[in-house]
């Protein structure tokens, strides 16, 4: 049996983590945007989908790239030179 572990938030402590209200969280997973978990009438935000979920909806502006030491070649969506 897979092993979980304790990574997981309730729609309050998610809200809480992107500071919007818990309102747009249940929205977003009612509209089957946000990936979460049901266990009876429980709902849990596993954190390693919430991050991909993050990385996914993350969009940078083209100004990032000019940052870049290897602008113009660069094809790192969104590099910014991290």
């Known amino acids: 049996m897979k ?3 304790n990574s997981f ?8 983590l992107f500071s919007v209200s818990t309102k747009t969280i249940s929205r977003l997973i009612h509209s ?3 990936p979460c978990v049901r266990v009876g009438r429980c709902v849990r935000l596993p954190l390693k989908q919430l991050q991909e979920w993050v ?28």
């Open 3 to 5: 092993h979980f572990d």
């Open 9 to 16: 938030y309730t729609i309050k402590q998610t809200a809480d």
């Open 32 to 34: 089957g945007e946000l």
């Open 55 to 82: 990385e996914k909806n993350t969009f940078y502006s083209e100004d990032m790239h000019l940052t870049c030491s290897n602008y113009p070649n660069c094809d790192t969506e969104g590099c910014g030179e991290r």
